[in-house]
């Protein structure tokens, strides 16, 4: 009896052993690997704690403004824009709206020359005395808008709301009255250039996914 508690009592000890021995040439392996990792790179302990930190803090702080920022009515005081109560209406590009069909040279091509476009800053259409070409608004529930067309209907204080279809037209704005926010005057003008600039502003690309039709 006392034989098999002994022998019982060594093979603990040996497993003890063994695994402690495991143990302390993984560590060895581990510092090894890592005495050579600092040796090639040229980096010091201190660097790699750093850029940890580092990156625990951008994490954070980029998760922080997410939860925050989940659209654009949140994250901005609008209030602190000069405001214009509007009558909102959408339109697109085929001929229930403009009376062009896909084949025509002219089809999607607003007054200011510039494609129609839903995005980030999507293309409205304004009464040029009351939001010359190039004026940006901010409208809730819609994004971004830049005046970049005219209609014959649209007088005064009326906007026309660029959607890719009727179907969206009907589904996601049919007609309203709201009120917008003007962000900047135009100037009468507006190019490509300038659209493709403000949808592509690294600082709001946060929220472009919002706007933007998924493929």
């Not at 022998?7 to 052993?17: H, Y």
């Not at 695994?19 to 201190?46: E, P, Y």
């Not at 209406?89 to 510039?114: C, D, L, N």
């Amino acid at each position: 009896m006392v034989n098999t508690s002994c022998e019982g009592v060594l093979r603990i000890s040996m497993t003890i052993r063994t695994f402690a021995i495991r143990l302390f040439m993984t560590c060895l392996f581990c510092t090894a690997l890592l005495v050579t990792f600092f040796s090639i790179s040229g980096l010091k302990a201190a660097d790699l704690k750093g850029w940890f930190a580092k990156s625990h803090t951008a994490h954070a702080a980029s998760a922080k403004i997410e939860k925050k920022r989940e659209t654009l009515e949140q994250a901005e005081d609008w209030s602190k824009y000069r405001s214009v109560t509007v009558k909102a209406t959408g339109y697109t590009a085929g001929v229930e709206s403009t009376g062009k069909h896909p084949h025509h040279p002219q089809y999607g091509i607003t007054y200011s020359g510039v494609h129609v476009k839903r995005d980030l800053y999507s293309t409205i259409a304004a009464d040029l005395n009351v939001f010359p070409i190039g004026t940006v608004l901010f409208i809730p529930g819609y994004g971004y808008g830049v005046v970049a067309d005219k209609g014959g209907a649209i007088k005064g204080n009326s906007l026309d709301l660029y959607y890719e279809t009727v179907q969206e037209v009907y589904k996601q704005w049919g007609k309203k009255e709201l009120k917008v926010y003007v962000i900047k005057v135009g100037n009468g003008k507006l190019t490509e250039e300038e659209l493709t600039r403000l949808n592509e502003d690294k600082t709001m690309q946060v929220f472009r996914q919002q706007y933007r039709k998924q493929p």
